[in-house]
């Protein structure tokens, strides 16, 4: 990764950012605690953007048709989160896996 990909990723993000903060303050709290939900377990399609892309995109949308948010993704952040990325890989489950592998080649 280049120093000119470098300064491309922070733009993108800095954009992206904004338009999180052109969303409704009820909008801005979940779409926080999601992104913080995400950091934490992490998805592996979390790396490309596309996953928080898409959600702020479904965000805009349900503010566009005057819903709340809480309409849009029901009471349960958690699982409004995990519903998304349920076939998806997490760094948990690649570590998860090479640990397994670590100690099944230990044991032989």
């Known amino acids: 990764m280049g120093i000119r990909d470098i300064i491309e990723g922070k733009r993108e993000w800095r954009a992206h950012m904004a ?3 052109a ?3 009820d909008y801005q709290i979940v779409y ?3 992104q913080k939900y995400y950091f934490k377990i992490g998805p ?3 790396v490309d953007g596309s996953l928080l892309s898409g959600i702020l995109d479904f965000f805009e949308e349900g ?3 005057e819903k709340g948010v809480m309409e849009l993704i029901g009471t349960d952040v958690a699982t409004f989160c995990d519903e998304l990325v349920k076939d998806s890989r997490t760094y948990v489950d690649i570590y998860q896996e090479s640990v ?3 100690v ?3 044991m032989k």
């Open 32 to 34: 926080k605690e999601i």
């Open 100 to 102: 397994s592998k670590e």
């Open 23 to 25: 969303l409704p303050p």
């Open 63 to 65: 503010v566009a048709a």
């Open 44 to 46: 592996v399609e979390l």
């Open 104 to 106: 099944g080649d230990g």
């Open 19 to 21: 338009r999180v903060k």
